[in-house]
């Protein structure tokens, strides 16, 4: 009996520290409430959700981030250069470019020039057809692709030259990026300015909030994150990670906690310490989720009602899924106010016309550019390069 009951007193002393010791590795976190809203401390170490073991923020799991060649350039590091943990300055590779990502897209293309060149029998009916499947490919869709062919007939006439097609081919396409700024905006005269990141499960919110995190804070603004995906396993570690890469804060709730609530919260924390920028994360959502949808209303009326003024809604695509994004900015505007687009996974089998379709159908301006998994491969879209790479460089046309 005395030996079962000294094991019970081991057991609990056990137990007690083992707690205590998680309590320690997590003293840079401030509880507030069940509902409310926990700021992390993103110089704590991470905490490896299979072993345990600590993990520095330049070091973290290829599971949750990238690699720490990944870490961002900071303000006194030289070009192309980043500071390690020791600080001394790393190499990082250059972001990816928009002509390297859009390779798929430009192959049906050439092919088509490159055929052009070749045929005795100039543009006819045939070609015209080959341009428009061609144009259908590209994901701009059928809507889309038949209404610039219509336009390059009026205004060229039946056979026009393969230079000049190819010519007022682009001029075309430029056009129809009808937005006149793509800049992110931000309030000049509210503190914090709230930018919401909205989509669907997939498309790469969170791993954009660090790359949005990275270009602000490499400009000179303070950024905090707001987790409000409290749903996803492991979103707030994931979120954690892609902070302690940039330098900014983290500010979380309890699993399950009300996402409304926890950006609420986050954005009155920033006010209080007079953060610039709170990127506020939202829980993938299908938008065929009538019920997940109307959450999401209710997550853009919270953050309206703030200290802080909501300046842009980010509604992030995948490029690789094609006509559906369409679908998913029609909704995803009407339930959110979408003000802008991200377009991601360019770098992929993305073919990339779906960014002119969404602008030409909707008017939301494409604002930035998902190029690669680095957090330097985010980029401001610009509407005249992302062109010349769709139908690439050909000296001989």
Known sequence: MESLLILVVLFVILAFGLALVRTRSHSGRRQVDGSAATAVATKTPEIDSQTGDDQDPTRVSSRDAPPESLVPDRKDAAPGEAETGDGSPSTIPPPASISASLTRSRGPFASLFSRLRSSDAGIDAAEWTRLEETLILSDMGPSLAAEIVAELRSQLGKSPSPSALRQALTELLESKFLATTRELEFS?????????????????????????????????????????????????????????????????????????????????????????????????????????????????????????????VLLVIDATTGQNGLRQAEVFHGAAEVTGIVLTKLDGSAKGGVALAIESQFGLPIKLAGLGEGLADLAPFDPKAFVAALLGEDSDV
């Open 188 to 312: 000049k005269e509210t503190k914090p300015s709230v930018i919401l990141v909205v989509g669907v499960n997939g498309t790469g919110k969170t791993t954009t909030i660090g790359k949005i995190a990275s270009l602000l804070t490499v400009a000179g603004r303070s950024v905090m994150i707001a987790a409000g995906d409290t749903f996803r396993a492991a979103a707030t570690e994931q979120v954690g990670v892609w902070a302690a890469l940039t330098g900014v804060e983290v500010v979380s709730g309890q699993p399950g906690a009300d996402p409304a609530s926890v950006i609420f919260d986050a954005i009155e924390h920033a006010r209080a310490v007079g953060s610039d920028v709170v990127l506020c994360d939202t829980a993938g959502r299908l938008q065929t989720k009538t019920n997940l949808m109307e959450e999401l209303k209710k997550i853009r009326r919270v953050a309206a009602k703030s200290s802080g003024e909501v300046t842009e």
